[in-house]
């Protein structure tokens, strides 16, 4: 059992705007008690005009490092003493490890993503990514890291901006290619993965879907990032359609598993997390 809170107790926070709705601290301090490591996890709503100053104090009162949520994750790399690989790749960070005062920048949604496709065995596949925008780029990262990608085409509202990206993970050596998003029937067709990086179906508007149900279909794996709903309308029509889903709540899981590990150097439980995880999301749904 985690012992009481006391002045030896250490501290972990989720910083974003807003935060209310994170279930990090439910399987982040399920794995804390597990491991029975003194510590707990908390969230802190932070102003994207006060992130600076949230930063600079977390650095000088002993936090043992923080994760990062929207819409800071890019703009708190300039406040990063140093930078994993990850998050150069990424060019965004999402968890920080304090290391005696000196901030050190990660992305673990790249390993995220790729450990949630690694259960679904999918290989030598063909890639529509919905959105260009940062989670975009750490799925592409994520999938880079899976190997025998055959193909990768982000399809977004802004063209130009798909374009962008685009290129840049094309230098990495990753074959991707921009597509509008009126072409997203003909794109879907020739793809095996779909992954759906946008908002869209995010509560409360959990009955809305980026995709037409009629474009899913069986031998396909969809994974969608929103996971509030856990279960959202791309996922249940992809369902109903024979394909392989994949939740982003296992996405969210997986990275913060990663997080945990760089932050105590300790394996967590990770079946422990997923089941609170999913619990804790079940409950919310049903309240």
Known sequence: MQ??????????????????????????????????????????RVKPERLGIAVRGLSSIGCVG??????????????????????????????????????????TDCKGV??????????????????????ARATCIGLESLGHVQSIVLINRTYETAVELAALLSKRGLPVKAARWDEMRSVLKE??????????????????????????RPGMVVLDLVYYPWRTKLLRDAESAGS???TGLEVL???????????FGR???????????????????TA
């Open 3 to 44: 012992p009481e809170i006391s002045a030896r107790t250490r501290f972990l926070l989720l910083i974003g705007d807003p935060v209310e709705h994170s279930l990090s601290p439910v399987f982040q301090n399920a794995a804390l008690r597990k491991e029975g490591i003194d510590a707990i996890y908390l969230t802190a």
């Open 66 to 107: 923080f994760n990062v949520t929207m819409p800071h994750k890019v703009r708190i790399v300039e406040f990063m003493d140093e930078l994993d690989e990850s998050a150069m790749a990424a060019g965004a960070v999402n968890t920080v490890k304090n290391v005696e005062g000196r901030l050190v920048g990660y992305n």
């Open 114 to 135: 790729s450990e949630a496709l690694a259960r679904s065995d999918i290989r030598d596949f063909r890639a529509a990514v919905l959105g260009a925008g940062g989670a």
């Open 191 to 216: 793809s095996d993965l779909l992954i759906n990086t946008t908002s869209r179906g995010m509560y409360p508007d959990v009955e809305d879907s980026p995709v037409p149900k009629e474009c899913l």
């Open 244 to 246: 392989t889903t994949v």
């Open 253 to 263: 899981v997986y990275q913060g598993a990663e997080s945990f590990r760089i932050w």
């Open 267 to 285: 394996e967590p439980d990770v079946e422990l997390m997923m089941s609170v995880a999913i619990e804790a999301a079940r409950l919310r749904e």
